[in-house]
């Protein structure tokens, strides 16, 4: 399922920045080298790493907006 939105990112927030926490990247690094060393993932941790990778695709998406609303 694919769900479109706009984010009106506000000039208080521009100077925020949009990243994953230290222990949640460090989270879906492990898992992303799990899978990369060939150990195939639990279908839970299949579901969590999908779910991490997707935040982490948001946050660098609210960055770049972020980062043309300075201009």
């Known amino acids: 399922m694919s769900v479109t939105f706009e984010i ?13 926490p ?7 690094q492990s898992l992303l080298d799990k899978q990369d ?16 990778v997707e935040l982490a695709e948001l946050l660098s998406l609210i960055r770049l907006r972020s980062g043309r609303s300075k201009k």
């Open 37 to 52: 060393a060939g150990e195939k993932l639990s279908r839970a941790e299949r579901v969590e790493a999908e779910g991490l």
């Open 22 to 28: 230290a222990g949640v990247h460090s989270r879906l």
């Open 8 to 20: 009106d990112v506000s000039k208080s927030l521009v100077k925020q920045h949009w990243r994953l």
